[in-house]
């Protein structure tokens, strides 16, 4: 599966520790991620990463672009809700497109939880 990792500032210690957690599910995966949390992720874990743009540069754009072509499967969006984002347009277009592609997007650690219990179940083979 292609899966996206995307986590704003005052989320990327909740995203390293999930995916740190789950590395062993996430290395049998093709993985993409905006340019600081992918730097971040591979620091951390040793995943090898395609990086795109730093979100506010460009790269949730980038990413949106991915779920257009039908390119990713699945989506870890770690959102801030609680701080300004400059990029805030980028941010709902990412989103918007995850709901118009169907692409299932955990925005948060309770559902990133329970998409990553459903990965490694297979439930995405079914779907
Ligand atoms: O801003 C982001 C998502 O909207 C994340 O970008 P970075 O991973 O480059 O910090």
Same mark, same amino acid.
């Given at each position: 599966? @292609?899966?996206? =990792?995307?986590?704003? $500032?005052?989320?990327?210690?909740?995203?390293?520790? +999930?995916?740190?957690? !789950?590395? &062993?599910?996430?290395? %049998?995966?093709?993985?993409?991620?905006?340019?600081?949390? &992918? =730097?971040?992720?591979?620091?951390?874990?040793?995943?090898?990463?395609?990086?795109? %743009?730093?979100?506010?540069? &460009?790269?949730?754009?980038?990413?949106?672009?991915?779920?257009? @072509?039908?390119?990713? #499967?699945?989506?870890? +969006?770690?959102? $801030?809700?609680?701080?300004?984002?400059?990029?805030?347009? #980028?941010?709902?277009?990412?989103?918007?497109?995850? $709901?118009? !592609?169907?692409?299932?997007?955990?925005? @948060?650690?309770?559902?990133?939880?329970?998409?990553? %219990?459903?990965?490694?179940? &297979?439930?995405?083979?079914?779907?």
């Amino acid at each position: 599966m @292609n899966i996206a =990792l995307i986590a704003h $500032d005052e989320k990327k210690e909740e995203l390293l520790k +999930f995916v740190n957690e !789950y590395k &062993g599910e996430f290395a %049998k995966h093709q993985l993409f991620a905006t340019g600081t949390t &992918g =730097l971040r992720v591979t620091e951390l874990t040793g995943l090898s990463i395609h990086r795109f %743009k730093s979100g506010p540069l &460009g790269g949730d754009q980038e990413i949106g672009a991915r779920i257009a @072509n039908q390119e990713l #499967d699945a989506v870890f +969006f770690f959102r $801030d809700p609680l701080t300004a984002q400059p990029h805030e347009p #980028d941010v709902s277009a990412l989103v918007r497109l995850g $709901d118009v !592609y169907n692409i299932p997007m955990a925005t @948060n650690i309770g559902s990133a939880n329970i998409l990553i %219990k459903g990965i490694i179940r &297979g439930d995405m083979q079914n779907a």
